[in-house]
């Protein structure tokens, strides 16, 4: 019989396939930016990890992203109009019975397009996800 563990992660393998090829039948590419960045968050509500590195002797900081955002920006200015990146973030001061400093998050970038193609991006790719857990719809309703 299988574990409870060994289901939660085949269910997490099917979660990160369905993901990528949602994306990849969308056109999108998928892309790797720098997970050790020279710079905090600029976000004053999230608190990122701090790393101290020794590189040629010197003593430096740098941090964990708290997003691949800026980086995929970057991609964005450089021609690469449809990116999406599952990746590892680190967040500081976040930890809970639901929140761990390293989780996984899929953020994706689509240039020349408005909010309502953001929408309905996100709606179709949760009705994908749901769909490994044999779900036909996401209610948030009653969550805390």
Known sequence: MESK??????????????????FK??????????????????????????????????RLKGFLHTSPEFFMKRLIALGMFKI?????????????????????????????SDYRQGMKETFEILRCCASVLGKDEISFQGRK
């Open 84 to 112: 999406f990146q599952i990746c590892k973030v680190f967040r500081n001061d976040e930890v809970s019975r639901r929140h761990n400093i390293e989780f996984t998050m899929v953020e994706w970038y689509r240039a020349n």
């Open 25 to 58: 039948e969308r056109g999108f590419t998928e892309v790797e930016t720098p997970i050790l960045v020279p710079y905090a968050s600029p976000d004053d509500n999230i608190e990122s990890v701090e790393v101290l590195l020794k590189v040629r002797g010197k």
């Open 5 to 22: 563990y060994a289901r939660i992660f085949k269910v997490r393998n099917e979660l990160l396939e369905k993901t990528r090829n949602f």
